[in-house]
């Protein structure tokens, strides 16, 4: 009978209990066990935005912290988001229906020229699992790709990715093509990669240079806060 008393029965476990134990499974990357939680807690009359804030975007700080500090690793992070992601299944239409505040909205793709991707899903997947809403446009993305999507979904930001030296100047070009167009202003342009730096991502004009998933989801965090003041201020 050991191993059956091991067993958590998530439905038996009260709200704070469950809570903490569905930060445990995202931690652990417990798909099913991070789906049964969302359904039970939908199940118990908690809003689908209290759903994702609390136990979602909760876990997934902690996750993120880690992965920060190297206690977490990419395998395991991406272990988490998948989790995440069922829990986002459930949540998205419902979070849609009920028209709840999202923390922002971001496009990410790697540049022209580059077919890396892991970095980049990993980035969106924790943005995802800080509440932002996130489109992924995928791979080698020319200036056109980029101009035309954040005209079709109008984002508060936009980040380039790309792991070759050779790719990096073009993050460049995308960020002069939105100075011509006098719409840089407008986002907030984030880029990463293995080869970027600080310095770079200021000598090309990007608002910041993020070295991992982790600062990635700060960073962006801060710049939302930065653009509710200033909207606030504003009215």
Known sequence: ????????????????????????????????????????????????????????????????????????????????????????????????????????????????GDIHDIGKNLVGMMMEGAGFEVVDLGINNSVDAYLEAIEREGPDILGMSALLTTTMPYMKVVIDTLIEKGIRDDYTVLVGGAPLNEEFGKAIGADAYCRDAAVAVETAKEFMARKHNRMAANV
Not at 7 to 24: C, G, K, R, T
Not at 46 to 74: C, K, N, S
Not at 83 to 95: E, F, R, T
Request: no cysteine.
């Open 1 to 112: 009978m050991s191993d059956q008393e091991d067993d958590i029965i998530l439905s038996e476990l009260n709200d704070e209990d469950l809570v903490a134990q569905m930060f445990d499974d995202l931690y652990d990357g417990l798909k099913d066990e991070i789906e049964e939680g969302v359904n039970l807690l939908l199940a118990r009359d908690w809003t689908p935005y209290r759903v994702l804030t609390e136990a979602l975007v909760g876990g997934m700080t902690i996750v993120g912290h880690d992965f920060r500090d190297g206690i977490l690793f990419v395998p395991e992070v991406l272990l988490a988001a998948n989790a995440m992601k069922g829990g986002m299944a459930i949540l998205k239409p419902l979070l849609i229906a009920t028209g709840a505040p999202r923390v922002g909205k971001m496009v990410i793709g790697t540049v022209k």
